[in-house]
């Protein structure tokens, strides 16, 4: 088809759309009256190709019809921009174009809503129909709250009562409606002076109202600035910002008050008339008519003073009106007055001082403060720092020259301006005065103006000595030593004082301390020291004693040292025993150099004179003695037997020269122990026999066995007994236990050897010693055979004798030492615990006699030893009895 005949056929198409639509809203009873109605909702700004709503789907059209169905828009409605229409599908969906509810419905309020609205039409026209499409436009949260103005300002009086409400009529506005619009207001900083509260008035509009919550002063603060907030009730929420001022508005709650209320002036006699002398300043804190000032002088201000100055009652300057006198000084007031509307004037006042007009160099007036004679100044060394010594007027200065005062010289002095007030100076002390180091001081006070002018004036400065320094010792320890024995006021040291200070005041006198004993003098003008009686170190080594140096000033001062006296020792005392005499009691056998007992000696001397040895002048063969400790020691045991007392005299000798020393005498007794058994004179042996008659009567003394023991006491108390019989019949001989006579105690039947072994044991302690002896009684009227009787008492020897011998080391040979190997384990325990040394004795007698005992086996006789010539002289007496029965 041609471009021409295109362009027709639309032609002619345009024109029959146009009759259609003509006649569907001419007339509802056209060919074209089927209708429908669809509403859709979208919410604004969404992105294009976004699908609104499908037309077929909603409508449940069929699509299987043919020709297929057409869906056309109206494309000259304006709505039509913001959608796409499927021709074919009737899906409708948003165009490139953003539908924007704020511009779309700009006209439109919040309770009529935002909607597109759109006419479809379904062709061909056997389908023909025309849809109704409402498109209703949601809002979204896409807009803040925007004030009209960026700075909002309310103004609120500063007498505003708290809780007064001020309308902040410039409120934020949200295109946004519904709950994305402005839902409330609030502060940034409310600076505790305000706060906002909203009102909504009939149509919803919400109005923020500023509410004063303290008291307000302008003068204080005139206005406060800060940031009020509108927030929308969006999603997050979105806000709007804008500065509010707020102004505190005056009102005259303030008077005019001077800055200064004392001004002082000074001006020359010949200052020019008009010019300027001062000027006043009053502060009204309130504004405009309010704070409106004026100046005028007091009622007080007489003519001449008035006439003189003229005061601006605007500005409050005050100039110089009239001519003053220039030659003499002279003091004006002015009290001036500062208005303000309904106000009580506020007082100010103006010192004028008129200075003259002088000429020549300047004078130096002294004015002395301390003690002056014909210009020299006397000051105590005692006086303080900052003392004042004189003050110093400079007269006839110009003030308009400047005017330099100095002082010149050394020492603790200064000369400064005295305070506020001008030319004058005081001269005073920096530090303190010494009248030892410096006596006299001379200075110069110097006033120099600038024209080259230079004035001095000579001040001498002598010092007074006062009484500030005590005496001080060359030594504040006097270490003095002396012998003893020495010499009635021997000197001991000649002490040294010094005191600085001048006159009587740097005399010293000695003394000497309330704790010195009586015995010693110390001179009071030359300080010798000296003790007037003998020492004696023995009774006293060390003196120690307080010494004073004591000044002659007022008020006195003194030290005090410390004086030391030793007492040299001399070799003036012997050694001294504790005892005039010493006696040692000792158990017999106490174990070689066993501490026997100790001699305690004393030496009052010291050093080498009371170093004291010990020596033995006789018995050193057998004892020994500890020089230093004075132990006394047996060189060997010792047997009571042999000697039972030792008299050994001991001399102490001390390490003086020469020597001195003492001599006492030292008595050893020796205690008995049982260490001796008894010893059997009679029977002499054991082979030996007696003849007894068969005839003899019942209670016959028969015989008797005799024994010694050569211990004592307990130890030598002997008692007798048969232990052990043999031939016979039993219990025909009894034994005396104390005197060993033995009796016939029944007729004898029997003819024959009777063998009685006898027991002799002593009543020693811890445990007894013992012998035995055997007694053979021949019953027969003869003796024919003594042969036969022989070898009876040999056959007889299995009876069993025992024999204790002694452990005597000292009156045993080599023989013996063989019969007790045991001898050194007992002088070992001897020497550990003498308590167990009886002990020990018996259970060693005990074994030593069991030894014995087999020993005696492969002997015949028993050899027993006489003790004494005594001893041997009772056995001859014995023998000869025998020897008569």
Not at 1 to 28: D, E, Q, V
């Amino acid at each position: 088809m041609s471009n021409i005949h295109r362009g027709a056929c639309l032609a002619s198409k345009g024109k029959f759309w146009a009759l259609c639509i003509l006649l569907l809203y001419t007339s509802p009873l056209s060919c074209f009256s089927n209708f429908s109605h669809l509403v859709y909702k979208i919410k604004e700004g969404l992105p294009k190709g976004t699908l609104i709503g499908a037309i077929s789907e909603d409508l449940k059209l069929d699509f299987s019809v043919d020709p297929p169905r057409l869906f056309n828009l109206e494309l000259k409605q304006i709505s039509s921009q913001y959608v796409n229409l499927n021709n074919t599908t009737g899906e409708l969906y948003t165009s490139a174009q953003e539908i924007d509810r704020e511009a779309l419905c700009a006209d439109s309020h919040e309770g009529q809503g935002c909607a597109i609205f759109l006419d479809v039409i379904i062709l061909p026209q056997q389908y023909f129909q025309l849809v109704k499409i409402k498109i209703v436009i949601e809002d979204v949260n896409d807009n803040r709250p925007h004030f009209p103005v960026d700075e909002i300002r309310v103004s609120v009086p500063e007498n505003a009562q708290v809780n007064t409400r001020f309308a902040v009529e410039q409120s934020a506005v949200d295109p946004d409606i519904g709950i994305h619009g402005v839902q409330t207001y609030w502060l940034v900083n409310d600076y505790g002076f305000f706060t906002l509260d909203v009102e909504e008035n009939e149509g919803g509009e919400l109005t923020p109202f500023l509410i004063v919550t303290e008291s307000l002063d302008r003068e204080t603060q005139a206005e406060y600035v800060t940031d009020i907030i509108a927030e929308d009730g969006g999603s997050p929420p979105l806000l709007g910002t804008a500065t509010l001022r707020i102004i505190i508005t005056d009102v005259n709650d303030n008077c005019p008050k001077f800055t200064e209320s004392q001004v002082n002036v000074t001006l020359f006699g010949n200052t020019t008339k008009g010019a300027q002398l001062a000027r006043l300043h009053a502060f009204d804190p309130d504004q405009g008519a309010n704070a409106q000032i004026t100046y005028a002088f007091s009622e007080r201000v007489t003519r001449e003073t008035r006439s003189l100055f003229h005061l601006d009652k605007v500005t409050g300057v005050i100039k110089l009106a009239g001519k003053i006198d220039t030659d003499t000084g002279k003091l004006y007031k002015l009290v001036v007055l500062a208005n303000g509307p309904a106000c009580i004037p506020d007082v100010a006042t103006v010192t004028l001082h008129v200075i003259k007009v002088v000429s020549g160099p300047p004078a130096i007036v002294p004015r002395y403060i301390a003690q002056e004679r014909d210009g020299v100044v006397s000051l105590s060394e005692s006086e303080q720092p900052s003392t004042p010594i004189a003050f110093f007027t400079i007269k006839n200065v110009d003030p308009r020259q400047g005017v330099v005062c100095l002082l010149e010289g050394t020492g603790p002095f200064r000369l400064l301006p005295y305070k506020h007030l001008k030319n004058e100076y005081l001269l005073e002390t920096t530090d303190l005065l010494d009248y030892e180091q410096q006596k006299d001081y001379e200075l110069t006070v110097v006033v120099k103006n600038s024209h080259g002018s230079v004035v001095k004036t000579l001040v001498k400065v002598q010092v007074l000595d006062v009484n500030d320094n005590a005496p001080v010792f060359k030594q504040s320890l006097i270490d003095v030593k002396v012998e003893e024995n020495n010499a009635p006021d021997t000197f001991l040291a000649k002490l040294q004082a010094t005191d600085e200070d001048s006159g009587n005041r740097g005399e010293v006198l000695y003394l000497l301390g309330t704790d010195a004993p009586s015995i010693f003098h110390l001179d009071r003008l030359t300080g010798v020291l000296t003790v007037t009686t003998s020492l004696d170190r023995e009774e006293k080594e060390t003196y120690r004693f307080m010494v004073r140096a004591v000044d002659c000033g007022t008020p006195r001062k003194e030290s005090i040292a410390t004086v030391v006296v030793t007492v040299l020792d001399r070799n003036d005392n012997s050694p001294r025993f504790i005892n005039k005499d010493f006696t040692f009691f000792v158990p017999e056998n106490f174990p070689g150099f066993g501490e026997i007992g100790v001699l305690s000696v004393t030496d009052a001397d010291a050093g080498e004179n009371g170093w004291v040895a010990l020596s033995i002048l006789n018995g050193s063969d057998i004892f020994v003695i500890d020089t230093g400790r004075g132990a006394l020691r047996a060189k060997t045991p010792l047997d009571r037997e042999q000697q039972g007392t030792y008299y050994l005299w001991i001399e102490a000798v001390d390490g003086g020269k020469p020597a001195l020393s003492c001599i006492t005498m030292v008595t050893v007794l020796l205690l008995d122990v049982n260490d001796n058994p008894p010893i059997v004179l009679f029977p002499q042996s054991n082979q030996s026999y007696m003849l007894v008659l068969p005839t003899t009567l019942p209670g016959t003394s028969i015989t008797e066995v005799y024994a010694v023991d050569r211990d004592t006491g307990m130890n030598a108390v002997i008692a007798y007994s048969i232990i052990k019989r043999k031939g016979g019949e039993p219990g025909s001989f009894d034994i005396d236990p104390d005197t060993g006579n033995i009796t016939l105690k029944k007729a004898l039947s029997d003819r024959g050897l009777y063998s009685l072994l006898v027991k002799v044991s002593d009543h020693g302690q811890p445990e007894p010693l013992h012998s035995t002896v055997v007694v053979n009684l021949f019953v027969n009227e003869t003796i024919s055979n003594e042969s036969y009787i022989q070898s009876l008492l040999t056959r007889e020897v299995e009876i069993g004798i025992e024999e204790v011998r002694p452990p005597n080391r000292l009156a045993r040979g080599p023989e013996y030492t063989e019969l007790f190997p045991c001898q050194p384990v007992l002088i070992a325990l001897s020497a550990t615990c003498l308590g167990l040394f009886f002990i020990v004795v018996s259970l060693t007698a005990y074994i030593c006699c069991k030894k014995q005992r087999k020993h005696k086996k492969k002997r015949l006789e028993v050899e027993i030893p006489l003790k004494m010539k005594t001893d041997m002289q009772a056995m001859d007496r014995k023998l000869m009895e025998l020897s008569n029965i």
